[in-house]
């Protein structure tokens, strides 16, 4: 349940939320602040010195999950026969991995599609990365997956991406290979006899307090791609410890994607808006960052 309060006079929010939340600790409100449960007037902000103004709604909502809690229940955006879209929360992986005991995408969706006398089958036609949030899809089939998988070059897949500074030009192409080393578990930029095609498209959105909102649309579909080429451009992704720096979350987004149906040969597009927790990364301001030069991911010789 969540706190509305109205303000009554021009005041500072935290100075404001400590006023009016008189029995709750200040820990407790900063930690609201700070993983986007505070908004004002419909928009949600992370500044504790966020100006008010008489007749503001100011609504304090319920603690966010944590990367380490699972949902019971995914939310399905689209589903015929043959494929399962949903919104995959951050915090949660795609699939199972043999190293990891937490829950997946993949089982919470087959136990919560199946019935007591039918379990469905599910293969994942495409996979994000557990600190990414977004569209997620699924086959039910091996050949509906096989089937949807032959025509991913016609795919059009697009993210949201918040990234630390102000990227010149603001749009463009980065066209550079990309390689994983499977013992460090990252990719490396450039040129080498492993690396394979990466073509990533990014347009800036917005900009607020050194981070830029940054939609992005990949050709291809490598591991990491998008995290690995803003890095190797020197605008690493908000949250990405393994290419930038840590943070409460990663500022990676998977919006839109649109497929061609293998049956029907229609057009299929499935979208879900980022959450508010996602947004909230615009108005932090990261002291590190902002001291610390980006991760450059080019290759090792």
């Known amino acids: 349940m969540s706190e509305k309060l109205h303000v009554n006079e021009p005041a500072g929010l935290m100075v404001f939320l400590s006023e009016q939340l008189q029995g709750w600790a200040r820990s407790k409100i900063k930690q609201r ?28 909502g319920a603690t966010a999950k944590t990367a380490n809690s699972s949902p019971s229940q995914l939310e399905i955006l689209y589903s015929d026969r043959d494929v399962i879209a949903i919104n995959k929360p951050a915090g949660l992986l795609s699939v199972g991995n043999p190293k990891e005991t937490q829950q997946h995408a993949l089982a919470i969706l087959r136990k919560q599609l199946s019935h007591r006398t039918q379990a469905i089958k599910l293969w994942p036609v495409n996979r994000i990365d557990r600190d990414t949030s977004g569209v997620l899809l699924f086959a039910t089939s091996r050949e509906m997956r096989e089937a949807v998988m032959d025509k991913w070059d016609q795919a059009e897949k697009t993210y949201l991406a918040i990234v630390e500074g102000c990227p010149t030009p603001a749009q463009g192409t980065i066209d550079q290979p990309l390689r994983l080393d499977e013992v460090e578990y990252r990719m490396y930029v450039g040129a080498h006899p492993d690396a394979k095609l990466a073509i990533t498209h990014y347009k800036t959105e917005r900009t607020s307090n050194a981070r830029t909102l940054l939609q992005v649309q990949i050709d291809t579909g490598r591991q990491h791609q998008i995290r690995a080429h803003l890095s190797w451009l020197g605008y690493p992704v908000v949250g990405d410890e393994r290419y930038g720096t840590k943070g409460s979350r990663m500022g990676l987004h998977a919006l839109r994607l649109k497929i061609i149906h293998p049956k029907t040969g229609k057009e299929l597009m499935f979208e879900t808006p980022a959450p508010a927790d996602f947004f909230a990364l615009m108005n932090q301001i990261n002291a590190n960052a902002a001291s610390k030069k980006p991760v450059k991911t080019r290759p090792r010789k």
């Open 33 to 60: 602040l700070q993983t986007g449960c505070v908004s004002v007037n419909g928009s949600s902000t992370t500044q504790h010195d966020y100006a008010l103004n008489a007749g503001d709604l100011v609504e304090v």
